[in-house]
C-alpha cells in the first residue's frame, strides 16, 4: 500500500462544476503539498500546508492531521485547470523528503 | 520568483550513450538538490539527493555508478545517466531543496528517450 493515495485517480467536469480531489497519507508528516503537473510535464506547487485551510484564487486546500486527510478543491472549474494534480507529503523522519501520490488527472471540458 | 532551469528538455539518444542533465537555480543557492525519476502514468520517485560539495545519497535500487550526480556548485547540478539503455527512458526532474516554508520549485523536467 502506498504511503500517499489520492482519489480519485481520474477527474471529467465541465466548466463551472466543483471539484474536489483528495488524498490520504499514512505517515507522521511535517507538511503537504498540493502540485499541478502539466501536460508537457513541469510542476508547479499550489499549496504547502502543515494544518487548517488555504485560499488562493479558485483553489482552496485543507488539511485534517488528524484524520490524516488533505483536499483540494476547484472551484468556478475551467479548462485551462486540466492538469495532473499531485499530493506529496514530507515526512516527520525526513523532513526533506518528498513522497507523491500517484496522482489525479483531471480533465474540465468547455 | 525563483526559477529552476533544466536542460536539455529533451533528448534521444542510442542505447550505450551516456547523457548529461544539468539543472541550475537560477534565483537562489541551492545547497540540496533532489532528482526525481517520473515514469508514464507513475508518480514521482525520488533517485537521489545531492549536497553542494559532498557526495550524493542514492535511494535503495539506484545505481550509484549509472546515475552520476554532480553538484559542484551552489547553482548547478547535473545528473549523468551512462550507458544508456531503453528501461532508462524516463522524465527526469530536478527540485532544489525548500527555500523558505512555502515554497518548493522543481525544475521543468527532461524527457529521455532510450533507442
Known amino acids: 500500500k502506498n504511503e500517499v493515495e489520492q482519489s480519485p485517480q481520474n477527474l471529467t467536469a465541465q466548466e463551472g462544476e466543483f471539484i474536489t480531489i483528495n488524498c490520504s497519507y499514512s505517515?507522521?508528516?511535517?507538511?503537504l503539498h498540493w502540485l499541478q503537473q502539466h501536460p508537457g510535464g513541469g510542476i508547479v506547487s499550489l499549496f504547502m500546508l502543515s494544518s487548517g485551510k488555504k485560499k488562493h484564487g479558485r483553489l482552496i486546500a485543507t488539511i485534517n492531521i488528524q484524520e490524516k486527510h488533505s483536499s483540494l478543491h476547484i472551484t468556478a472549474s475551467h479548462p485551462r485547470d486540466s492538469a495532473v494534480y499531485i499530493c506529496a507529503v514530507s515526512p516527520s523522519y525526513n523532513t526533506d523528503k518528498l513522497i507523491f501520490g500517484t496522482g489525479t488527472r483531471l480533465q474540465v471540458f468547455p | 520568483g525563483a526559477v529552476v532551469s533544466q536542460h536539455p528538455s529533451r533528448v534521444i539518444c542510442k542505447s550505450g550513450t551516456s547523457v548529461k542533465i544539468e539543472c541550475r537555480s537560477l534565483?537562489?543557492?541551492?545547497?540540496?538538490m533532489f532528482w526525481y525519476r517520473q515514469f508514464p502514468k507513475q508518480s514521482l520517485m525520488l533517485m537521489a539527493t545531492?549536497?553542494?560539495?559532498?557526495?550524493?545519497?542514492?535511494e535503495q535500487g539506484v545505481e550509484k555508478d549509472k546515475f552520476l550526480i554532480n553538484h559542484a556548485s551552489l547553482t548547478l547540478s547535473t545528473l549523468t545517466v551512462t550507458s544508456a539503455h531503453p528501461e532508462d527512458s524516463s522524465f527526469y526532474i530536478c527540485s532544489p531543496g525548500r527555500d523558505g516554508p512555502d515554497t518548493q520549485y522543481f525544475g521543468p523536467g527532461t524527457r529521455l528517450t532510450v533507442l
Open positions: 505517515v507522521g508528516i511535517s507538511a
Open positions: 545531492s549536497n553542494e560539495g559532498s557526495k550524493a545519497t542514492y
Open positions: 534565483d537562489f543557492q541551492a545547497t540540496t
